[in-house]
């Protein structure tokens, strides 16, 4: 049974930091893409940072690309989203994923499973 959990979310002031974690289970994790995508109130689900099956290319949106770094650690199924610099327009719902392709134009695509999400509040 695959296991998508999400854990780091929090409050955090303008201009702070936040490290999302994601671990996952049940399925090779090493062989495929992994990303997050966030969800703000009212707005659609946006991708915004996706790292291939081995960490060596990654890929931002432009709304968070020289602020958010993704990394993986393969050995321990697991990969992370560090947040650094946050604006109130990164208060979110961010939800993990497992993708099938890794793309350099569009991050991760064929998205095969989604985490239950975590939320991230920026205060003025």
Request: glycine share 12%; proline share 4%.
């Amino acid at each position: 049974q695959v296991q998508v959990a999400e854990s780091g979310g929090g409050l955090v002031e303008v201009g702070g930091s936040l490290r999302l974690s994601c671990e996952a289970s049940g399925f090779p994790f090493g062989y495929y893409p992994m990303g997050w995508f966030r969800q703000a109130p009212g707005k659609e689900r946006e991708g915004i940072s996706c790292i291939n099956f081995n960490g060596a290319m990654t890929w931002y949106s432009d709304s968070v690309k020289g602020r958010f770094t993704i990394a993986r650690d393969n050995s321990k199924n697991t990969h992370f989203l560090s947040m650094d610099n946050l604006k109130p327009e990164d208060t979110a719902v961010y939800y993990c994923v497992t993708a099938g392709t890794f793309s350099d134009l569009h991050g991760c695509e064929s998205i095969r499973h989604w985490g239950q999400g975590t939320q991230v509040t920026v205060s003025p």
